[in-house]
């Protein structure tokens, strides 16, 4: 027989799997509609041409195929492009600035490792047609927000601006179009260290003095103040570079205003991320539990959209990869781990009270319970343990005595405690008892 697998660097969900990447996505819905995020859904499958050209090297990650007519499409390769694509093909009924969020699997052509699959699932926030400073600091807030809820202890997110590499770059004696080899250098700084960044200029055609003045900068440490500080000093004949570190500036001040926690951000003027689209603030959370890589990445892209309305609108948003939340949250034991949201389990006393289970457990749903029914009449101990076993909590019986009473029995699997009740009071036992639990 034909090996029984799935493709490599995809994976299937199981239930246990599927409990915490759904209460992950919840929390994550949740603070975006508190923040008035609106909801987006785009097609898996786009045309090739529509995801070619926006990002730079790693456009060869691209999965590309040919349908039956012979168009040529592609696999989303994340949820940014077709964003990009959406606002300028519905320019007309669109309001800017548009605050949305999407969630769905992205594709990438990718070298499994742990953490980095070919298919994930990304969870984004953009707001779309603001360059106001304020929109990146909304962002960046959301993000420590739902980093908070969903229990990370001590995450970090990095900011920095493109164009204060631009200036690093620039004030080091480099050319413009040399910057985008400092870019790429930079942007492997956590997996190869100085001595590998050093080499990659070098490759680029940076020379030694050159190299050693940006590895300098681009390693300057510190509060955020002290970094902008330093970055102000050293960059100050660098227009752009100026504007730059004032672009942070504000931003830090909102997060302040916000509310956010100081020790849940920093400068940082070694990050570059990745994407060519990128174009001014940018910014990805790490946490020291997961070496491999960042938890998410975003920043401000003001030009991408530009490459299909044919205006600039400005944008920024950012990425939750929900594998890696996942992962992180498994390794570190973070989330609740419910092995089913039901938490009663309607037994069959025997074939004759069937309707009257079956009109119990509609009852118990219709007041907000989850609630499972068996599927066999008969023996109650097996059923119990068949509750047990699914993780429900509560199992009732409604047998001929109970039937008469207008009572339930309603067995507490996990104290191993019964009584009887009377029916019109179940729900609120087991709403109340949730209720508790959950405290
Ligand atoms: P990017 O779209 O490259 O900016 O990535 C944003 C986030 O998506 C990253 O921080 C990761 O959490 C996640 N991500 C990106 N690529 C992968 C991948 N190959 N496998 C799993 N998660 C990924």
């Not at 915490?20 to 097609?43: C, D, K, M, N």
């Not at 940014?80 to 007309?92: D, I, K, S």
């Not at 548009?98 to 990304?122: H, K």
């Not at 490759?203 to 330093?230: C, F, N």
Request: hydrophobic share 45%; glycine share 10%.
């Amino acid at each position: 027989m034909a090996v029984i697998q799935n493709v490599k660097g995809m994976r299937d969900h199981l239930p246990t799997d599927m409990m915490l990447r759904q209460y992950i996505v919840s929390t994550l819905t949740s603070i975006s509609e508190a923040h008035g995020f609106e909801p987006l859904q785009t097609p898996i499958i786009e045309y090739a041409e529509t995801l070619e050209g926006k990002l730079g090297e790693d456009e060869k990650l691209i999965y590309r195929f040919e349908d039956h007519g012979g168009r040529r499409l592609a696999l989303r390769y994340d949820q940014t492009v077709p964003l990009a694509r959406v606002t300028a093909q519905y320019a007309g009924q669109l309001t800017l600035p548009w605050r949305r969020y999407a969630y769905g699997p992205s594709y990438r052509g990718e070298r499994p490792a742990r953490g980095r699959y070919r298919e994930f699932y990304q969870f984004d926030i953009d707001i779309v047609g603001s360059a106001s400073p304020l929109a990146d600091a909304e962002i960046v807030a959301m993000l420590c927000e739902a980093l908070s809820a969903l229990g990370f202890p001590d995450f970090v997110t990095l900011l920095n601006h493109r164009q204060i590499i631009g200036g690093i770059a620039r004030v080091s004696g480099l050319s413009e179009e040399a910057a985008g080899g400092v870019y790429r250098a930079i942007d492997k700084f956590d997996k190869i260290g100085v001595a590998g960044v050093r080499n990659e200029l070098l490759k680029a055609g940076v020379d030694t003095g050159a190299a050693d003045r940006i590895l300098e900068l681009v390693q300057i440490d510190g509060s955020a103040d002290e970094v902008l500080a330093a970055l102000a000093q050293r960059l100050a004949d660098d227009e752009r570079a100026v504007a730059a570190i004032a672009n942070l500036r504000s931003i830090l001040d909102s997060l302040a205003a916000m509310g956010v926690p100081t020790d849940q951000y920093r400068v940082a003027p070694r990050l570059a991320r990745g994407l060519s689209y990128y174009t001014g603030a940018v910014f990805e959370a790490i946490t020291p539990h997961w070496p491999e890589g960042s938890l998410l990445g975003g920043g401000r892209y003001d030009d991408l959209i530009g490459l299909f309305a044919g205006r600039n609108i400005p944008t920024v948003g950012l990425a939750f990869g929900i594998d890696r939340l996942h992962d992180v949250m498994l390794e570190l034991n973070l989330g609740p781990r419910p092995r089913t949201t039901a938490v009663a389990y309607v037994t069959l006393f025997s074939g004759d009270y069937v309707a009257a289970s079956l009109a119990l457990a509609a009852e118990l749903r219709a007041a907000g319970i989850h609630t499972l029914i068996a599927l066999e009449p008969g023996n109650l101990g097996k059923q119990f343990k068949e509750a047990d076993r699914r993780g429900v909590r509560f199992a009732l019986v409604l047998g001929p005595d109970e039937l008469a009473r207008d009572e339930v029995v309603v067995k507490d699997l996990q104290r191993g405690e019964q009584r009887s009740l009377p029916r019109a009071a179940v729900a609120g036992l087991l709403a109340e008892a949730l209720t508790e639990q959950a405290r």
